[in-house]
């Protein structure tokens, strides 16, 4: 694994913040998640092939029939200096449906839980009383929100209303780039599994030890560490 | 617990620590999901589809249908698969057509494939590879939202007030039609001559213009060219149903110099077309220049495919991206071989030129191409095609062909259609014909026929010395890149033989952008990288339109009608201004005819809307008397048009009648006297080209959910096509109403309805070529086709129906290539074999209508000019304007998307742009306001962006925001007024503020020296702190 040093740097508005350099590979979880031998489905995004177009967050929008300013996920977007010159950096980020997710542990209903069939973490909002703790739990900023139509807490939860249905999510079927990846990780001849035994994937924050099922191809170390959000401004208009 | 409760109780005690794993979790009963469990986990969430059971059968959604139609969301055109609400016929999801290759990058479907088959191929239930993925972009995904937009126009309006008050009444369209054609005092401001007053009306428009035709001529039509066969319906009509030549279209000043400029290294010509693109797939080095790849419109949707698969699945493609902007397509993933290299705006002719001179002086050009002047020269030597590089150019003044090839009729040896070389074993002048590699250097006298000598050279020559004019550190300077760099780039271009492109979409439009694109292909055609396996793809965006004749047959013949004359020049004066009266009167009383009074365009005709439109403020030829504007937008999208036409447009003593058909007011149509709402895409008859395609293919759909607009009285929907029919029928237009066109067994047809033809034409295109089969049952079943077919079988003869509802099954018709390439070429499907022009001697022969001089028939690099050829920088000043001015198209914001939510909702505003270091020397950073002052007086103020990813010199501002139109303002309808939404209307728009011609008589705009097209970039600007 090489540790690119490299500045990045966001434009005015958002500063980012390193939570640590404890560092797990993903190599070790994805072995523990498999040792379990249950479905597990999960995304692979490769950064190298998402040119930010955003067509993601729309279709996950019309799909899920969130406000348009309520994001499910969203690509961050900002400069990278790398030497002497400038990059873009296109980064989707959405719910990681964690293995060991921290907002599960403090639904005071059991609301949220995470789903032993396929791995997905639903928020049943007939449950959710909106206290809003698993939100300030969650080390992933803005990837749970409270959805201003129904009160409730909404999150991305893979389509499961498709992948339940033989469908892909709305945001995999339009990926413009083709650079997210969908399936079940525990079938070692599903796409998504050869996909991440050819690369180096890893996760966002590995320090927090929440097992994400969300695995980046093209992600620095540094951005790893780095606590990004939906909620940063939408600076980058290009 | 309940929420109430919970918030009755005070704080729960939860254990809260950021980062604690937990193996708790709490999972439902039950391992299947059910229906019940989808409506607590997804309460808001669309249901899908269709879905797939165990055994991979399809269960369609019963609440929903399947559709096939055309997105509109930007002018690319992709195929869309729609998801339509059976209840409400609201459209719910919209994806993109896996047949065609816009949207499914090198693996689209087989024709042949059932399109219940391609839905089970692209879902997760058939486990196969996610790479084929039919997908829409941003823009795509979020236009269902624009068909209930409350700013929408679904009623004929009239207006209240005066123009521009944006206040409305709604009419009945029999109301509407009744007073555009019959005219009278319809606004209480004195007599409007109607439609067919107008038509009718045999005098000249002008006695002083005798040559700009007849009072017909007064009516202008402004259109959308990316409308495909509805574009055609309208041009059908304002060409060959009511005869004038005033049509208008965004293209010249979206950046058609650049197609224009092109064609001119392609073609023997100067109004053809050409716009390459790079070859991902095996390009080992590309060079975007002002485009962003994967994001601009050329195909959005495939382009990104294409771009991550190059940079990600292949190590040898490097590429560039050349632009005064960082944009989002040079990933940090791939420093290695992607690089933003940073250039000052108006700066991209210099560096043509300079990679050029290295290349030329450095001997780095594919010789025995070059050498070659015949086909089968080319063939002996392995290259598919050849260029004019060594033919003789006559360069003694005072010999007829001066500046013109040497021909062969003049050396006694043959026509003067074949042209002369030197051989280069032999030294002998020989006929271009040769079979034979032909000198590239030559610059001396040679003898003709008669004995004489005459003083020629070869082109190649030409071009040698011309890229030598200016020094490498004088291009470097202009365009902000370091000499080494430059070399870099040229060494980069010249070391993969023909396997390197460069390519271009509107983003290079200084007042030189007709030669900058001149000299970008003159960079590919050094290398032989045209029509080559990684080289230079020309043939992308060919529709069935441009490439067979689908309007004469082979069913039927929708032009077989008595065509109106059309008479006279356009106002815009494209033409040959020594045709002109102004030119003949001068001769012929002594005077100089040059300058001409206004500026010509001798090279192609623009159909510029915005030049049409300052002709018409300027009186000159005359004022237009009727303009009907239909989906089409200038006074927003025309650089610098605003307040040059505002004023005669608002005065309906100068205009009497405006006639807007469009589904919203824009920043255009608010002037309107009347509204005639036209469909959105899913509600239209659509067959158009799509963009980003490679091969031949057009989307072409029915409308698959009712139109919203107001009805007829007749029981039709209102529409552009509707009322152009209503109207040429009560005018007495030939080819509308009863015999309107023939089929070829000359049997007559009538044109009452839309439907009317487009149903034959679709018949036209299915059976064009080879003719398709005839659907399933079940193709036609699921993709909602049933619904359409009545309208055919009343139309169509029954042989006719099969091959015709095939081709909707599908969404529209795309060919196939077996074979990408042939060779070191491409298939020749594929490729545009044309003799590459170093040369353009059609060019040589074409004057300026200022100076009466002919114009150069190789690129020229030169400073910023107005019309009367002075610099731009001597009228404004470095010193005063110390900065280059740029804009870009932002991906999101196409001239629609302003509409839908979710696109505003992904951006607040745009900034002013510049580099952080010519930001300090104002006392500027980001987040401060910022004016920006253009030389025309107007400033632009908005909120700056300071950082590196600007080159410096340059200040940039993105389009599509500073919207007051679109429903960004409050509109009045019958008394009550619509608010605005704020969202729309943030941000800054640099058109209105951008620079015209001050050399230019009254209202101007900014021209392209070659073309007249508009222009943009390079303008001179200065800025403040606010």
Known sequence: ?238 | MDRRNFLKAGSVAAVMTAGTASTQVMSSAGSKTSDADINRYAPTSLTPEYRFDADNKMIENQDQRFAFSKCYGCFNVCGARLSIDNKTDKVLRAVGNPYTLTNNAGQPMTMETSPKDAMFQLSAASGLSQSNRATLCGRGNAVPDAFDDKHRITSCMKRVGNRGENKWQTISYEQLLQEVVDGGDLFGEGHVEGLKAIHANPALANPAYPDFGPVKNQLLVSTSSEQGARADFMHRFVADSWGTPNIGTKDSYCGHQQVAGCALGCFDAVDEMALPQVDYEESKFAIFIGTNPGTSGNGLNVGSRRLSKARSDRTDFKYVVIDPILRSLTSETDTTNGEWLPIKSGGDTALMFAMLQYIINHERYRRPYLEAPSQASADAVGEMNYTNATYLVVKDKKHPLYNQFLTAEACGLGDAEVKMVIDKQTGKLVTGDSEQAATLFYNDSVTLADGSQVQVETAFSLLKQRVNCHSMQDLSKRCGIPVAKIEELAREFTSHGRSVSIETNTGCNATDGGQFAFAMIMLATMVGAHNAKGGMMHMGGVGYASMYDIYDGPLYNLMDFEHAEVVGFNAERSGDYEQSHEYQQKVAQGLSPYPANEAWNNTFVQDNSGELLVAHANKNPFNFKAWITWSTNPIYGCSGLQDQVEDSIKDPKQLCLIIALDPYINETNVFADYIVPDTLQYEQWASSRMWGSEYIGDVACVPVVEARTAKTAKGEHVNMEQFIIDVSKAIGLKGFGDNAFKDLQGKSYPLNTPADFYVPLFANIAHTGTVLPSPTEEDIKFTSVDRALPMFEARLKPQELGPTAFMLTRGGRYERVDERYEGEFFNAAMRMDTQFQIYNESLARVKDSYTGEYNDGLPVYDVDRFWDGSAVRDHWSEKDYPFNFSTFKLHLRSPYSVSLPRITALGDTNYIQLHQDDAAKYNLKSGDKAQVLSPKGKYLEGVVQADKTVALGTIVVGMGYGHTAFGASAVEVDGAVRPGIKERGTGICPNAFNVVDPTRKGASLYRDRTFGSTARHGVPVGIKKV
């Open chain 1, 1 to 238: 694994m090489l540790d690119r040093r490299r500045a990045l740097k966001l434009l005015a508005g958002g500063a980012i913040a390193t939570t640590g350099v404890m560092f797990m590979p993903a190599g070790n979880a994805i072995a523990a998640i498999r040792q379990q031998g249950k479905k597990r489905l999960a995304m692979v995004i490769d950064l190298s092939r998402c040119n930010g177009c955003k067509a993601c967050v729309v279709s996950c929008g019309m799909e899920n029939g969130t406000k348009p300013d309520e994001h499910r996920t969203q690509v961050i977007q900002t400069s990278a200096e790398i030497g002497d010159k400038q990059y873009a950096f296109n980064l989707p980020i959405l719910c990681n449906n964690c293995e060991t997710p921290s907002c599960v542990s403090v639904c005071p209903t059991g609301a949220t839980f995470k789903r032993e069939e396929d791995g997905i973490v639903v928020v049943d909002s007939t449950l959710c009383i909106g206290c809003n703790y698993c939100i300030q739990a969650c080390p992933y900023g803005g990837v749970r929100f409270t959805n201003s139509a129904t009160g409730t807490v909404d999150k991305c939860n893979f389509c499961i209303q498709r992948t339940s249905r033989g469908l892909l999510p709305a945001c995999v079927e339009t990926c413009t780039g083709g650079a997210r990846v969908f399936g079940d990780i525990n079938d070692v001849n599903s796409e998504i599994s050869k996909l991440l035994s050819q690369s180096n994937p890893m996760v966002l924050q590995a320090s927090k030890q929440t097992s994400p099922n969300v695995f980046y191809i093209g992600l620095t170390q540094e951005e790893s560490n780095t606590a990004f959000s939906i909620h940063s401004p939408q600076l980058w208009q290009r």
